[in-house]
């Protein structure tokens, strides 16, 4: 099974970051995980506040869960509350629902893993993590 180098979670996480200083965000933290959920490598920037980790950790841990970026969650959640809080039950409340959980594809659709992006707005968050994905030629879906 393919999946995301550390190597290339570096990337994505430097370039993440890279764009968020790019358009004036609040300190941004980064996360990549596996296609099981496990971390591969996790960045918290300047100033940003300790518990950033546990919230990027939930936005990405739900896509490779569920199978949809942190868009879909969000419009899920809107549509049929009660499923995302028994999701959320089921996954110990691991699942933060919202945009900045991006899944990664490779360029056949191939899921290789996830990032959370958290720090600024749920939607900065995700533009900023969608530009650290496609700077490492694989395909963003938050």
Known sequence: MS???LRRARTIIRK???????MGLKPLSVVVV??????IAFERGDGA???RFDIARGKA???VMLGIGGTAQRDRA???AYFIGAV???????LVPVPGG????????RTLGAIGVTGDTSENDLEAGTYGIEAVNLVAEG
């Open 88 to 94: 959320g039950g089921a996954y110990d409340g691991k």
């Open 34 to 39: 596996d296609t099981g959920g496990h971390v």
């Open 3 to 5: 999946t995301i180098s």
């Open 78 to 80: 809107e549509a049929q």
């Open 16 to 22: 993440t970051m890279e764009k968020g200083a790019e």
């Open 61 to 63: 841990y739900g896509c």
């Open 49 to 51: 506040p300790p518990g």
């Open 102 to 109: 991006i899944l990664v594809r490779d360029a056949k659709g």
